[in-house]
């Protein structure tokens, strides 16, 4: 297809100043200033967001914000949305310019095969074709819908689906065991299981089967399940026990009714979706996020600040966004939230190592060029990963210009742990040898750091402001972000606890079946009343550039996924021979996520090559390859508080190099003669 001819390119947020002028009469000097205001006068600037991105609703919101509470701000009061709704208004427009919703490759197709396309209007088919099916076996606004699913268009298209009749959207990936899986979907009581057969990953099919059986038979429920037939495997012993139909036949409708299908206008705080984020005691907690407050909070950090177009707008004509996520993490939801504006999105589903056995099924090095020849099939324009991810291409001295065209890429994105100054001077590198364009010979870096807590970011890009490596550009518009001390004020140029002060539309509206908001409360409030505690470390710089320093708390971050560290001891302390255990993950700055796990083992077992497979299976099997820890010790004890706690932060900041005498306080720990064990093992990391 031609582009037509147009002016050069205007970034996005720079259209959103020149709007504000024209439309409201407002002008900063500088950024600092406009992002003031947004924090300052939240209710003009989320009415000006409504206004700047043309949400529609059949009845008028009575206020923006009734009042700047934290739980419990009642955003756009009386308005009706869906988040079907704002992606499908899309279709004529975007089918109309060429261009299609949704391209995917997956291991097998990009080593191969062909992509796969899923057109506006095939995308509005299915997405009616199988709401209507929901319908038909009760599904009520308010039900829950459960996926089993990997990052494939069928994803999506249930998503959608589900969401369009008001139901209630959760997804876990298919690399998550059982037990994982259970303690999410358990708490929500599902009314409809989608699942898939099997899927492939780092070259091989792990055949999911037996794993949906299990959910189906641990989930009372449940009355009907949807197979999706992901592998073509034989799915007879999950029909055997559950109510089941084919994924493709509950898709196909294409009649008068499918023509007609439009979603449910809903309230502007109905339930959208309900995502998990571990803390490091209890089960998993079920975040419900609202329709209105997702879409309004990621139309405007996609396009404001992630600089992601509409693909059939003349200044981002072509526009083509792809983030590599798993189903598992946040970023599989911004990774379809680039439907929200029109903007085709390009998705990859497998190992972003590409495949790590060969046709005999021998272990081989990962392929760190797969994402980047994946791009340059798709014609990627925006492409983001996990800062892992860079860190790993760095590591193997991947050459882009081995990777096929990547001409059309004018922006780099990056989350789920800091970015290393060194990662992001190796891309910037890359991309000035390719210089395909302008926008290569400088490529520019969207850093951003939000979290699946409330379905956003934080801090992260600005198209034009500079740039500098380890950094993120600056705090986000509607974002009263600050980095607090121990004393609760705000500081510059130190580091201290991410806050945020005032609401945004898209934070929580509860956890599911959290009686009295306490879990809530105690998750972000506990520390200062009305005020959002991330917990993360933040610097603000006198110019605004932020750095995150990783987690303040205890939780695992392993490649961009939270984990708690209770999910973990469930899964270790079910060892018979483990009589206690601590696992602590030391990524900060960038540096490679580097997790030790330390066991305390029955009298007479030793942890041997045997012990530490065992370990790792358990971890493998309950929870994801992905949390299998880089080191385990055997120790004594593990260090406690008087009252039974384990000491997770106390031990990570010794471990991070903090001395003793500042992380802890031995008077009252239950053992403190146990530290000098720790103490020595922080030492000999220090020296090498």
Same mark, same amino acid.
């Given at each position: ?17 020149n709007?504000l002028?024209?439309q ?10 406009m ?7 939240l209710?003009?600037?989320w ?5 700047y991105?043309?949400? #529609? ?5 009575? /206020? ?6 934290m ?6 009061? &009386?308005?009706q ?13 975007a ?6 919703a ?17 057109t ?17 076996q ?17 994803? @999506? ?9 008001? &139901?209630?959207?959760?997804?876990c ?10 303690d999410?979907f ?8 989608? @699942? ?10 792990f ?5 949906? /059986? ?7 429920s449940?009355?009907?399940?949807i ?8 799915t ?7 109510n ?11 009649d ?10 809903l ?5 959208l979706w309900?995502?998990y ?10 975040i ?6 997702t879409?309004?909070v990621?139309?405007a950090l996609?396009g404001?600040?992630? %600089? ?17 996520s ?22 990859f589903d497998?190992?972003p190592g ?14 760190w060029?797969?994402l ?10 925006f ?5 892992a991810?860079?860190?790993n ?9 081995t990777?096929g %065209?990547?001409?059309?890429?004018? /922006? ?7 970015l290393? /100054?060194?990662a ?60 607090w001390?121990e #004393?609760g004020?705000p ?5 201290g606890e ?7 539309p ?6 599911? &079946? ?6 809530y409360?105690?998750?972000?409030f506990?520390?200062y009343?009305?005020v959002?505690?991330h917990g993360?470390?933040?610097?603000? &710089? ?17 490649h961009?996924?939270r984990?708690g560290?209770?999910e973990?001891y469930?899964?270790?302390e079910?060892?018979p ?33 045997a012990?530490?497979a065992?370990?790792?299976d358990?971890?493998?099997t ?6 299998v820890?880089?080191?385990?010790f055997?120790v ?17 900041k010794?471990?991070?190099?903090q ?6 306080n ?5 053992n403190p003669?146990?530290l000098?064990?720790?103490v ?6 220090l020296?090498?």
């Amino acid at each position: 297809m031609t582009k037509p001819q147009t002016p050069p390119y205007v970034p996005q947020i720079r259209l959103y100043q020149n709007w504000l002028q024209t439309q409201r009469g407002l002008t900063f000097e500088s950024y600092d200033a406009m992002w003031r205001w947004s924090v300052t006068e939240l209710e003009d600037f989320w009415q000006s967001i409504w206004d700047y991105f043309e949400l #529609q609703s059949p009845t008028p919101h009575t /206020a923006v914000l009734d009042a700047r509470k934290m739980p419990g701000a009642n955003w756009f009061a &009386g308005a009706q949305v869906n988040y079907a709704q704002q992606v499908l208004r899309h279709v004529d427009a975007a089918h109309g310019a060429g261009f299609s919703a949704i391209l995917s490759h997956n291991e097998k197709s990009l080593a191969g095969g062909t992509h796969r396309e899923l057109t506006w209007p095939e995308l509005r088919r299915q997405v009616a074709s199988l709401a209507l099916h929901l319908k038909a076996q009760g599904v009520q606004p308010g039900d829950r819908v459960a996926a089993y699913l990997p990052n494939i268009p069928e994803a @999506a298209v249930a998503f959608l689906a589900t969401v369009s009749i008001g &139901g209630v959207w959760s997804i876990c990936a298919p690399d998550m065991g059982t037990n994982s899986v259970l303690d999410r979907f358990r708490q929500i009581e599902p009314k409809v299981l989608i @699942a898939c057969d099997g899927v492939t990953y780092g070259g091989r099919d792990f055949d999911r089967v037996a794993v949906v /059986a299990e959910l189906c038979a641990a989930l009372p429920s449940v009355r009907h399940v949807i197979v999706q037939s992901n592998l073509g495997l034989d799915t007879s012993a999950i029909q055997k026990i559950a109510n089941c139909a084919d994924y493709t036949k509950a898709t196909a409708r294409n009649d008068a009714e499918t023509a007609a299908f439009e979603p449910l206008w809903l309230p502007f705080d109905h339930p959208l979706w309900i995502v998990y984020s571990s803390g490091t005691t209890g089960l998993p907690k079920p975040i419900v996020h609202g329709h209105g407050g997702t879409v309004i909070v990621a139309l405007a950090l996609k396009g404001l600040h992630n %600089d992601i177009g509409c693909s059939y707008d003349p200044n981002s004509f072509g526009e083509r966004y792809h983030w590599y996520s798993s189903t598992g993490w946040v970023m599989w939801n911004a990774q379809i939230s680039g439907l929200l504006s029109g903007t085709t999105c390009c998705i990859f589903d497998g190992n972003p190592g590409g495949s790590t056995v060969d046709a005999a099924g021998n272990k081989v090095a990962p392929d760190w060029t797969t994402l980047w020849r994946f791009a340059a099939d798709m014609g990627v324009t925006f492409f983001g990963a996990g800062a892992a991810f860079f860190a790993n291409c760095l590591k193997a001295n991947v050459d882009l210009r081995t990777c096929g %065209d990547l001409s059309s890429v004018r /922006a780099l994105g990056t989350t789920g742990s800091p970015l290393s /100054a060194e990662a992001q001077a190796w891309g910037t590198q890359q991309f000035a040898r390719l210089a395909g364009s302008e926008a290569q010979r400088d490529i520019w870096w969207c850093n951003i750091s939000g979290g699946t807590d409330f379905a956003g970011a934080f801090i992260g890009g600005h198209r034009e402001l500079p740039q500098v490596a380890g950094e993120m550009q600056c705090r986000l518009m509607g974002c009263a972000v600050e980095a607090w001390n121990e #004393q609760g004020q705000p500081v510059v140029d130190e580091v201290g606890e991410l806050v945020c002060s005032q609401p945004i539309p898209s934070m929580p509206l509860y956890f599911w &079946g959290d009686e009295g908001n306490k879990r809530y409360l105690s998750s972000y409030f506990d520390t200062y009343p009305n005020v959002w505690r991330h917990g993360d470390w933040l610097k603000v &710089g006198q110019h605004g550039g932020c750095i995150i320093y990783g987690r303040s708390d205890a939780t695992i971050n392993r490649h961009g996924l939270r984990m708690g560290t209770s999910e973990l001891y469930s899964a270790v302390e079910a060892l018979p021979e483990v009589l206690d255990s601590m696992v602590v993950d030391l990524e900060y700055l960038g540096r490679e996520s580097y997790m030790p796990l330390f066991v305390v083992l029955r009298e007479g077992v030793t942890l041997d090559d045997a012990m530490r497979a065992k370990l790792v299976d358990a971890i493998r099997t309950a929870l994801s390859p992905r949390f299998v820890p880089n080191e385990i010790f055997q120790v004594a004890e593990i260090p406690r508080t008087l009252s039974g706690k384990k000491q997770e932060l106390p031990i990570k900041k010794l471990l991070l190099g903090q001395p003793i005498e500042k992380v802890v306080n031995r008077e009252a720990m239950a053992n403190p003669d146990c530290l000098d064990w720790y103490v020595a093992l922080a030492k000999a990391r220090l020296v090498h």
